[in-house]
């Protein structure tokens, strides 16, 4: 069952949403050479706590620790370590969410540590950011779910790798609805396959935490010793970007962006909705 939210209740996420935004900007400005996964960690903690706010990743499964920190090859669920210590060239994705009241938020983001990118791994990133708004764009009233995966993959499918061959849209993981619980039906792909049909309709109300996870090389992925950190089988690097978004009766709402969406939906001819927060 799809849970469907009123307009209080996609407020109160918004409200989420923006701790989470605040959680990105802070672990953003951190992720600096010589920074552990675990001093992001409690940057993250300590967003949290002043703005009364709970963490959803915290305990969940038995995750240990308030964000997902993954580096390089790893996809995704990286645990923040002491061991783990950033450097110059790194590329990190930070997975992060918030509960206020009950009701929750997620969102991730990848960012460059330092300097000294190969230009393909900024491409990667942006391809999948922009893959993800695609989707993001794809959420009206009317479409189905998978005209949001069709919209990801198509993005991701006609962007010209460099140096050849095609980037690897990860299949084991992907979005999923969100509301009184992290995660929640339905599953979203980021691409599309047939034999799941066309999903169900999306009509207002509904939520979902749209997030693409792009490798350059393989589709596939292992889970490590720990049950948790997700790599890619060939050791290629990745990218993962998410936003929780909230169709609204005056279109899509990007729950956990600091504008609610509207520079990027613009770009793509959509009209975010108002920001039910904005004074």
């Avoid at 509960?99 to 997620?106: K, L, P, Q, T």
């Avoid at 009233?141 to 790798?161: C, F, H, M, W």
């Avoid at 799941?196 to 979902?208: A, E, I, W």
């Avoid at 770009?267 to 108002?274: D, F, K, S, V």
């Amino acid at each position: 069952m799809v849970q469907i939210k009123t307009p209080e209740q996609i407020a109160k996420m918004r409200e989420a949403g923006l701790v989470v935004a605040a959680v990105h900007a802070a672990t953003r400005e951190a992720a600096v050479p010589g920074s552990t996964t675990r001093d992001l960690d409690e940057v993250a903690r300590k967003v949290l706590a002043e703005h009364g706010a709970k963490s959803n990743f915290l305990g969940y499964g038995g995750f240990p620790a308030t964000i997902c920190t993954s580096v390089n090859e790893v996809v995704v669920h990286g645990i923040p370590s002491d061991e783990v210590v950033l450097k110059d060239g790194d590329v990190i994705s930070v997975d992060a969410g918030a509960i206020i009241d009950g009701w929750h938020a997620d969102a991730a983001y990848t960012c460059f540590v330092g300097s000294g990118h190969l230009p393909e791994l900024h491409e990667l990133s942006r391809v999948t950011e922009e893959s993800m708004w695609a989707g993001i764009a794809a959420m009206k009233q009317g479409n189905r779910l998978v005209d949001v995966s069709r919209a990801i993959e198509t993005y991701i499918r006609r962007q010209p790798k460099p140096g050849g061959g095609k980037y690897g849209i990860v299949e084991d993981y992907g979005g999923h609805g969100i509301g009184t619980e992290m995660h929640m039906d339905p599953h979203l792909l980021n691409y599309v396959e047939r034999r799941r049909g066309k999903g169900p309709k999306l009509v207002t109300g509904f939520c979902l935490a749209i997030e693409p996870m792009v490798s350059l090389g393989t589709p596939k992925t292992k889970v490590l010793a720990d049950d948790w950190t997700v790599i890619t089988t060939d050791g290629t690097w990745s990218s993962h970007w998410e936003h929780s978004v909230a169709l609204t009766e005056q279109g899509p709402l990007v729950l956990t962006a600091p504008d609610a969406g509207r520079a990027k939906l613009a770009e793509h001819g959509i009209t975010a909705a108002p920001d039910p927060l904005a004074s």
